[in-house]
């Protein structure tokens, strides 16, 4: 890498940006569609995919396989450090900026997989499966191939580019599981989830490189060199991000660390499948908040007016959209454990209803975490997640080790409502949300849909119809007595206001975006 030279240095972020490109408002909403179609069709058909796997592999192939992703995911180096999100919240597009941010980010993702090559023989002194030592290597390998892609995909999501990122993931996602299908077919057990994971990862980086070496081909004609001052700075911001992002890792595989070591693989797998399904809701919904909503956030930092509007809106969403859908697994847990998995699954069943009542909240805390993060705040975020990670750590392991998988449930719990009360209550003094507002209409709206499903059952006699017709009327019972008493105790004016508020908030973006005055180019 070599060195800019005074012009080129000067100029460097404005030839870096593609000419005649959208306003920033119409991009970010554009790119918000396209992550919202693509997270569908990669949900649609995980979702089928899945079933065809559970159905097929044994409880011990899901623990194990959890298991072992926590151990990769613990000695993963680049999520810690949290570069990718320094680099997309500095300014400047510069050769500088790039030749830095590349060379620290690879060697990150290097050094995962030096660190789980030498933890995996600790495992197995310590007593854990070598299936399982030999799994979180082949997974580090997919991290790291996987971190290539973060280098890419950030390079083009900085540049509001998510259409090329989805594309991608919506051709990838389904081929990465052919060699799935196929192990699981002649018994491969827990290997048939590692190929998936492998393939994608390889699949997804490959193709995002080729498309920033066609969209983005300004950023070759620079010369990529590296800064140690820009370095420090990276650092300074990355690793209190990073920091976070692997107290949030904890926070949602520290449970899968619990249940395998001091219960069992076989347990593990009932619970990871439990969490699968729960977290149904807020997958739909993290794509379009932690991609699409990280960039909106950090251009309208010192917009405190727009900045309010679009939390708030942002918030309404989550709400609106995830409780009915939390509501109606609730509901038909055991049935839809059966219908999906088949019975020798139902042991999941009772972890869904724990865990599913949490689900709404993980879009909620991403949410504010990235709102802390975009807004040049990642402290914030670092302070409330080592909250929650010393909650589950210290109830965690006496939880489980008294009340086995289920104490893990409740632990978990209490770890995320611990947050969501700090978290929101710092957001709030910081944009003028009114909680009580927010969250009390859909809190209230679901008590009385739970308790209206609770007295139905026992006179309608619902328990008595095929399987199928169960689930689908116990699901749209859910959903559609939500949406009714939504409507009932939120005055309709207001209703109608925050509906229509979506479509012309993002046109007010637009135009002003046009004429020069919002904070796109």
């Given at each position: 890498?070599?060195?800019?030279?005074?012009?080129?240095?000067?100029?460097?972020?404005?030839?870096?940006?593609?000419?005649?490109?959208?306003?920033?408002?119409?991009?970010?909403?554009?790119?918000?569609?396209?992550?919202?179609?693509?997270?569908?069709?990669?949900?649609?058909?995980?979702?089928?995919?899945?079933?065809?796997?559970?159905?097929?592999?044994?409880?011990?192939?899901?623990?194990?396989?959890?298991?072992?992703?926590?151990?990769?995911?613990?000695?993963?180096?680049?999520?810690?450090?949290?570069?990718?999100?320094?680099?997309?919240?500095?300014?400047?597009?510069?050769?500088?900026?790039?030749?830095?941010?590349?060379?620290?980010?690879?060697?990150?993702?290097?050094?995962?997989?030096?660190?789980?090559?030498?933890?995996?023989?600790?495992?197995?002194?310590?007593?854990?499966?070598?299936?399982?030592?030999?799994?979180?290597?082949?997974?580090?390998?997919?991290?790291?191939?996987?971190?290539?892609?973060?280098?890419?995909?950030?390079?083009?999501?900085?540049?509001?580019?998510?259409?090329?990122?989805?594309?991608?993931?919506?051709?990838?996602?389904?081929?990465?599981?052919?060699?799935?299908?196929?192990?699981?077919?002649?018994?491969?057990?827990?290997?048939?989830?590692?190929?998936?994971?492998?393939?994608?990862?390889?699949?997804?980086?490959?193709?995002?490189?080729?498309?920033?070496?066609?969209?983005?081909?300004?950023?070759?004609?620079?010369?990529?060199?590296?800064?140690?001052?820009?370095?420090?700075?990276?650092?300074r911001f990355g690793i209190t991000v990073g920091l976070g992002l692997f107290g949030g890792m904890l926070l949602t595989?520290?449970?899968?660390?619990?249940?395998?070591?001091?219960?069992?693989?076989?347990?593990?797998?009932?619970?990871?499948?439990?969490?699968?399904?729960?977290?149904?809701?807020?997958?739909?919904?993290?794509?379009?908040?932690?991609?699409?909503?990280?960039?909106?956030?950090?251009?309208?930092?010192?917009?405190?007016?727009?900045?309010?509007?679009?939390?708030?809106?942002?918030?309404?969403?989550?709400?609106?959209?995830?409780?009915?859908?939390?509501?109606?697994?609730?509901?038909?847990?055991?049935?839809?454990?059966?219908?999906?998995?088949?019975?020798?699954?139902?042991?999941?069943?009772?972890?869904?209803?724990?865990?599913?009542?949490?689900?709404?909240?993980?879009?909620?805390?991403?949410?504010?975490?990235?709102?802390?993060?975009?807004?040049?705040?990642?402290?914030?975020?670092?302070?409330?997640?080592?909250?929650?990670?010393?909650?589950?750590?210290c109830t965690g392991l006496p939880f489980t080790l008294v009340w086995g998988a289920v104490g893990t449930c409740v632990?978990?719990?209490?770890?995320?409502?611990?947050?969501?009360?700090?978290?929101?209550?710092?957001?709030?003094?910081?944009?003028?949300?009114?909680?009580?507002?927010?969250?009390?209409?859909?809190?209230?709206?679901?008590?009385?849909?739970?308790?209206?499903?609770?007295?139905?059952?026992?006179?309608?006699?619902l328990d008595a119809l095929p399987l199928a017709t169960r689930v689908a009327v116990k699901g749209c019972y859910a959903?559609?007595?939500?949406?009714?008493?939504?409507?009932?105790?939120?005055?309709?004016?207001?209703?109608?206001?925050?509906?229509?508020?979506?479509?012309?908030?993002?046109?007010?973006?637009?135009?002003?975006?046009?004429?020069?005055?919002?904070?796109?180019?």
């Amino acid at each position: 890498m070599g060195e800019d030279t005074p012009g080129k240095v000067e100029n460097a972020t404005e030839r870096l940006m593609p000419e005649n490109i959208p306003p920033l408002s119409t991009r970010a909403v554009r790119g918000g569609l396209w992550i919202t179609v693509s997270s569908c069709w990669v949900f649609g058909f995980g979702f089928a995919a899945n079933i065809f796997l559970t159905r097929l592999l044994p409880t011990e192939a899901f623990g194990g396989f959890a298991l072992a992703m926590f151990f990769t995911q613990l000695l993963r180096l680049q999520p810690k450090l949290g570069l990718g999100f320094a680099f997309a919240q500095h300014q400047e597009t510069t050769g500088q900026s790039l030749g830095t941010y590349f060379l620290m980010e690879s060697l990150a993702a290097l050094g995962g997989v030096v660190l789980t090559l030498l933890a995996a023989p600790v495992l197995v002194y310590l007593g854990y499966p070598p299936l399982v030592a030999q799994v979180s290597v082949i997974l580090a390998i997919a991290a790291f191939a996987e971190g290539l892609m973060w280098i890419g995909g950030n390079l083009l999501e900085k540049e509001l580019q998510f259409t090329q990122t989805t594309l991608i993931q919506s051709i990838t996602f389904p081929i990465s599981y052919i060699p799935a299908f196929y192990l699981a077919l002649h018994n491969g057990g827990i290997w048939s989830l590692v190929a998936q994971n492998l393939s994608y990862c390889v699949l997804f980086s490959a193709c995002v490189w080729l498309a920033v070496r066609k969209r983005l081909p300004r950023i070759w004609q620079v010369r990529w060199r590296f800064s140690p001052e820009l370095a420090r700075r990276f650092l300074r911001f990355g690793i209190t991000v990073g920091l976070g992002l692997f107290g949030g890792m904890l926070l949602t595989q520290l449970d899968n660390f619990f249940i395998g070591t001091f219960v069992s693989l076989a347990v593990l797998g009932f619970y990871d499948r439990a969490y699968r399904i729960a977290q149904w809701p807020s997958n739909l919904l993290i794509g379009a908040i932690t991609r699409s909503v990280f960039y909106t956030y950090s251009r309208l930092q010192d917009d405190a007016a727009r900045l309010q509007k679009t939390a708030t809106m942002v918030l309404w969403l989550i709400t609106t959209l995830a409780l009915p859908l939390v509501l109606a697994i609730f509901i038909t847990a055991p049935d839809l454990i059966t219908l999906l998995y088949g019975e020798r699954w139902l042991p999941s069943a009772l972890f869904l209803r724990i865990l599913v009542v949490y689900a709404v909240v993980r879009p909620l805390w991403d949410n504010a975490g990235t709102f802390f993060i975009a807004t040049g705040k990642p402290k914030h975020t670092l302070t409330f997640v080592s909250i929650q990670v010393l909650v589950l750590a210290c109830t965690g392991l006496p939880f489980t080790l008294v009340w086995g998988a289920v104490g893990t449930c409740v632990a978990v719990g209490l770890a995320f409502a611990v947050g969501m009360v700090l978290i929101y209550r710092t957001v709030a003094r910081q944009i003028s949300v009114n909680l009580g507002k927010e969250f009390g209409i859909p809190a209230l709206v679901s008590i009385l849909t739970l308790l209206g499903y609770f007295a139905l059952r026992s006179v309608a006699g619902l328990d008595a119809l095929p399987l199928a017709t169960r689930v689908a009327v116990k699901g749209c019972y859910a959903v559609l007595t939500f949406f009714t008493l939504t409507l009932i105790f939120q005055p309709r004016a207001e209703y109608r206001k925050t509906v229509k508020g979506v479509p012309c908030f993002a046109s007010r973006l637009i135009n002003k975006g046009t004429h020069g005055n919002c904070c796109g180019r």
